[in-house]
T-cell receptor
Framework: DADVTQTPRNRITKTGKRIMLECSQTKGHDRMYWYRQDPGLGLQLIYY???????NKGEISDGYSVSRQAQAKFSLSLESAIPNQTALYFC?????????????????FGPGTRLTVL | DQQVKQNSPSLSVQEGRISILNCDYTNSMFDYFLWYKKYPAEGPTFLISISSIKDKNEDGRFTVFLNKSAKHLSLHIVPSQPGDSAVYFCAASEAGAGSYQLTFGKGTKLSVIP
């Protein structure tokens, strides 16, 4: 079974609709992230959460909101979808642990959700 | 302003030869660098990383080189195999500052020709 799962895998919706993308993980990680990937571009961070009570905006948070329902669940919402939010959305997790120097806790990604806003 | 740049959108290499993927960065605060590999319809998977206190890290067929003065890193795959065909993303972080945020490049699509 996959460690990081995302639902739905594909979604087509209309402008103005509210959409929720869900992410669940069984890795036991404290930290969770939502990224967006546009064609020909790298991944951009939307929001991240270091624990249930700690939510932080990433570089492109406008038009999005998140909810960390539990350690294992992190959902992304588009309150009123618009066509330029059409993209691939990835959830990722990482361990807390220590960082710096020679250590880093790499992020593990889910399979992605392809969202199309008409 | 792109802080992590992968200037080659695509690369084709013959099976058995060396693949060299390049990445440049502009933020001198970056101190940890990672390469991720992505197949179609899958999420990125971690491949190899390097801290700024090193200039080389090797893992099997994969080696990452870091040139801090040039703000440049490269991923070498030797020998290249058809299964290596994927999009490779370079990513960087200010890990020493306690940040887990990754800044990604746009990716390089590697095609290994049998």
């Amino acid at each position: 079974d996959a460690d990081v799962t995302q639902t739905p895998r594909n979604r087509i919706t209309k402008t103005g609709k509210r959409i929720m993308l869900e992410c669940s993980q069984t890795k036991g990680h404290d930290r969770m992230y939502w990224y967006r990937q546009d064609p020909g571009l790298g991944l951009q961070l939307i929001y991240y959460s270091f624990d249930v009570k700690d939510i932080n905006k990433g570089e492109i948070s406008d038009g999005y909101s998140v909810s960390r329902q539990a350690q294992a669940k992190f959902s992304l919402s588009l309150e009123s979808a618009i066509p330029n939010q059409t993209a691939l959305y990835f959830c990722a997790t990482s361990d807390a642990g220590t960082s710096g120097g020679d250590s880093y806790n790499e992020q593990f990604f889910g399979p992605g959700t392809r969202l199309t806003v008409l | 302003d792109q802080q992590v740049k992968q200037n080659s959108p695509s690369l084709s290499v013959q099976e058995g030869r060396i693949s060299i993927l390049n990445c440049d960065y502009t933020n001198s605060m970056f101190d940890y660098f990672l390469w991720y590999k992505k197949y179609p319809a899958e999420g990125p998977t971690f491949l190899i990383s390097i801290s700024s206190i090193k200039d080389k890290n090797e893992d099997g067929r994969f080696t990452v080189f870091l040139n801090k003065s040039a703000k440049h890193l490269s991923l070498h795959i030797v020998p290249s195999q058809p299964g290596d065909s994927a999009v490779y993303f370079c990513a960087a972080s200010e890990a020493g500052a306690g940040s887990y945020q990754l800044t990604f490049g746009k990716g390089t699509k590697l095609s290994v020709i049998p």
